[in-house]
Structures are given as C-alpha cells and as structure tokens.
C-alpha cells in the first residue's frame, strides 16, 4: 500500500466525521449508532438520507450543502476515495454531513426501523452478472425495508441503460409506481421537484459520461412496506461501454 492511501486512512481515523466499521467488526458486535444517529452523532432530530457507494462524497457533501434542514450519510468500503468528501465537509464545518465506511451488503445493521427517509444510488455499478449484487435488486431493497421508513424515496442516478431498465422492469413486475422517471436526465425541462435535486449536482463520473455522449438516467420512487418483492423475468440488453472497473459486455442476460 502507497504511502498515500496510508495517509488518508490515517486521517479518516482522525475524522470526526467518518465512522468505520470493518466486516470483522459488523459481524462480531452491536453496532453503538444504530437507533442513535440522530442523538449521538448529528445532535439533531433532521431527516437522515444515505448515500450508498458514495465514492468521493460529492453527491454526499453536495446534497448536505444544498439541503441543511437533512442529514446525510455517504456509505462506502473504500476509504481512499470517501477521504476527498470527508476531508471537504470537516474542513468548510459541516454539521449534517457524516461518512460510514463499511460493506453495504450489511448496511441493515446499522440503522434501526424507521431511521432513514430516503437513500440515493448514484452511478452504482450495474452487476449485470448477479443479481443479488444489484443496489436495486429485491435482495437490497428488503434490506432497506428493515430501516427506511414506510414510503421513503429511493433515488437511481445512472449512467447505465441496463440497470436503469431491470430497475423499471423491477417496479412494474411489483406495481411500484414512480415518482419521477427520465431516461435523459438533461435533455428534458427540469422541475424545482426531485428531478430538480438531481440534476443540480454532477459528479467526476457523471461527467465523464457526457463527455462521451452517454445520456444519464434517473428514477425515483417510494418503497413501502408490505408482501415479499419478487425480481423480474425478463432480458435486457448488456451495457456495451466499460463503466469503472466494469467488464465489456454485449448481448442479452436473462434474469430471473
């Protein structure tokens, strides 16, 4: 490991507003903040709004500087790359900004029912190979069930057509019906609403992805308690374009 990504851990340990929690740790131990974020941690009775694989934190630190009456959380394993954010927000003295950094596929254990009013998915990796490792697939959204409050907002910003499209294809199969859908986020008029808080923040990738002509994707919808989600039957065309770390990929998958 770089002497530079030591630094930065180093740091994020030092922050105050960086909260880490290894696998080893998750598994073995209660997790203190659960059910406390808004005493011990914010000192404030705001509405929380998580940002799963937060990267940077711009979206994170973004959507604290334009929303101060919420608080946000940006969730992510890689601790290099949250250092950016979490450095940004201690220094300008955010106070409704904070970092978890650990494995979103436990994100369940560190929030207690009812906790967390909306989550934002902001160019996630597709995982056209499986499905359980999809951000919107029923194996996650059962998970956030267990601590979003019944009808809290759940955000997908994406570059990428395939997850945009097994997301709408999720929602129709269970009757879910969404608040907000473009699949050209940019080329329509855009509201002071929900779409308008998403188009009003661009991250590194997001723009990267412009450049190249591809068109950025959003949908917003409300998830409620309630019967078991079933996945969709359904193919969908692959991603052609190297997204990230992401495979090149043609095609059709079926996804059952």
């Given at each position: 490991m770089g002497k530079g990504k030591l630094a930065k851990f180093a740091e994020m340990a030092q922050?105050?507003?960086?909260v880490e929690c290894p696998m080893s740790a998750v598994m073995q131990?209660?997790?203190?903040?659960?059910?406390?974020?808004?005493?011990?941690?914010f000192h404030n009775q705001n509405p929380i709004v998580l940002e799963l694989g937060c990267g940077r934190g711009?979206?994170?630190?973004?959507?604290?500087?334009?929303?101060?009456?919420?608080?946000?959380?940006?969730?992510?394993?890689?601790?290099?790359?949250?250092?950016?954010?979490?450095?940004?927000?201690?220094?300008?003295?955010m106070k409704n900004v904070g970092f978890l950094r650990t494995n979103i596929e436990f994100i369940q254990r560190f929030f207690a029912p009812n906790e967390v009013s909306e989550i934002w998915l902001t160019f996630s990796d597709p995982q056209m190979k499986k499905v359980t490792k999809r951000l919107t697939s029923t194996y996650f959204l059962e998970r956030y069930r267990q601590f979003l409050c019944d009808g809290g907002l759940i955000h997908l910003k994406t570059d990428s057509n395939f997850l945009f499209t097994y997301t709408e294809e999720l929602l129709k199969t269970n009757g879910i019906v969404a608040e907000v859908k473009t699949r050209n986020l940019y080329g329509t008029s855009q509201s002071e609403g929900l779409e308008g808080a998403a188009s009003s923040i661009q991250t590194y990738y997001e723009s990267m992805w412009q450049a190249r002509g591809i068109d950025?994707?959003?949908?917003c919808f409300r998830l409620h308690?309630?019967?078991?989600?079933?996945?969709?039957e359904v193919e969908i065309p692959l991603d052609e374009y190297r997204s990230y770390s992401r495979e090149k990929r043609s095609g059709c998958e079926k996804h059952v």
């Open positions: 922050n105050p507003l960086v131990e209660d997790f203190p903040l659960q059910g406390r974020w808004h005493q011990d941690f711009e979206y994170t630190v973004g959507l604290g500087k334009q929303k101060p009456d919420k608080n946000f959380i940006g969730v992510d394993i890689k601790g290099a790359r949250m250092w950016t954010g979490a450095k940004e927000a201690l220094q300008t003295g950025i994707k959003y949908l308690q309630g019967t078991p989600l079933v996945e969709p």
